[in-house]
Each structure stands twice: as structure tokens, then as C-alpha cells.
């Protein structure tokens, strides 16, 4: 089975643009999860898609939002891009059901200048 | 609130020794617990995962944990440290319904020749 794949690895943005990330989950698997992980914060949960509906949202302001597509595949959009946005964007995939485990994509790494 | 604490955001040791990283988590209903490791510019990759079937569970490189309600713990370990076992090691658990998962701040593991 292919893996989580993301797209793309790494983005250079200006402030004040906006982004987009994308995320293409295993085979079959229904739940996108989303973090931000920068050197200072550790690994922060942005939201969770099931089946095209949101179902878990971390702490972070409406700037970052998401969808998930009827064939699992999701979009995080980031606008207004300030420079503490700089971050590795790791994207998570599982089936969905309590209790199982998430497997990784190897991030987008987006710098803002 | 349910909390994940990850005892040192570093630990040292050398190569040869055992590894020993701890967990410990606060809730009040039985949790899945799992262990995730990331190498450098990489997303995180699962190690092993407990779901109730046995508390001593294996993963993959040799390395174990076992869960022990009483402590509401569930530490990793290895016997022999490996040079590249050099990474950052995160703890996380699944608590009740709502399927997302609670991170530890992770732990570098840093190993001496």
C-alpha cells in the first residue's frame, strides 16, 4: 500500500499571502489529520477530517482551515500568512475508528519571509 | 483534561546502554497508548501501540513498552542503544469518543559513542 503523501514538501510565502497544502491519505483510510509542528511548541493538532466532515479542531485561529474531498484526500489552507506560520505541516491519516493509529506523510515545510 | 507527560525533553545515553524514555498520562477510562518515533526532516513513524491485549507490548528496532495502570505509565525501552536511534520520540494516547489523539511534548534522544 502506498503511504500518506504530501504535497508540496517545501514553500517559501511572503506574509500576508495565502496557501495552500495537500494531502493524499492511505488507501482506504477515511480520517485526515492535521498538526503544526515548530522547534518551540512541539507537535499542535490543527483538525481532524471524517468522511468530508470536520469532527476535531485544535486551537488555532479561523486563518487555518481545511476540507476533505469524497475520496479522502484533503486541503489545508493557510491565509494571511504571518511569519510565526513557519512550520513543518505533517498531515495523518487512519481509519478512523477509536483506537487506531495515524500514519504520517513527511510534511510540508513551509517557510514565510 | 486528559494529559500526556513525557519525563525530558532530552535524554542522553550511550551507545550500548539501555534506553529508557518515560511516559505517564492522566485519565480515568482505559486508554490506547502509543509510541511514535521521527528521524530528522521526517514525518513520525508508529513503534508500537497498546490496545489492551497484553501490557508488554514490542515494536519495531527492539524497542518495548509496557503499560502499567497502576503508574498510569507507559514507558519505552530498549536494551542495547544504537547510533541511529538518535531521534525524537513522541508518546501519545486515545482517550474516550472523540478519536484524537493526545500528544506528549517529545523526547530527543541522544546517543553517545
Known amino acids: 500500500k502506498a503511504g500518506v503523501t504530501q504535497t508540496p514538501r517545501y514553500l517559501i510565502k511572503t506574509r500576508g499571502q495565502q496557501v495552500t497544502l495537500s494531502c493524499s491519505p492511505i488507501?482506504?483510510?477515511?480520517?485526515v489529520s492535521w498538526y503544526q509542528q515548530t522547534p518551540g511548541q512541539g507537535l499542535q493538532f490543527l483538525f481532524e477530517?471524517?468522511?468530508?466532515?470536520?469532527?476535531n479542531k485544535g486551537n488555532f485561529p479561523g486563518r487555518f482551515s481545511g476540507r476533505q474531498f469524497s475520496n479522502s484526500r484533503s486541503e489545508m489552507n493557510v491565509s494571511t500568512l504571518e511569519l510565526g506560520d513557519s512550520a513543518l505541516y505533517l498531515c495523518?491519516?487512519?481509519?478512523?475508528?477509536?483506537?487506531?493509529?495515524?500514519?504520517f506523510g513527511p510534511g510540508t515545510r513551509l517557510t514565510v519571509t | 483534561a486528559q494529559s500526556v507527560t513525557q519525563l525530558g525533553s532530552h535524554v542522553s545515553v550511550s551507545e550500548g546502554a539501555l534506553v529508557l524514555l518515560r511516559c505517564n498520562y492522566s485519565s480515568s477510562v482505559p486508554p490506547y497508548l502509543f509510541w511514535y518515533v521521527q528521524y530528522p526532516n521526517q514525518g513520525l513513524q508508529l513503534l508500537l501501540k497498546?490496545?489492551?491485549?497484553a501490557t508488554l507490548v514490542k515494536g519495531i528496532n527492539d524497542f518495548e513498552a509496557e503499560f502499567k495502570k497502576s503508574e498510569t505509565s507507559f514507558h519505552l525501552t530498549k536494551p542495547s542503544a544504537h547510533m541511529s536511534d538518535a531521534a525524537e520520540y513522541f508518546c501519545a494516547v486515545s482517550l474516550g469518543s472523540n478519536y484524537q489523539l493526545i500528544w506528549g511534548a517529545g523526547t530527543k534522544l541522544i546517543i553517545k559513542p
Open positions: 495523518a491519516s487512519s481509519s478512523g475508528t477509536l483506537g487506531n493509529e495515524q500514519y
Open positions: 497498546y490496545t489492551s491485549a
Open positions: 477530517y471524517f468522511s468530508e466532515t470536520q469532527r
Open positions: 488507501s482506504g483510510h477515511r480520517s
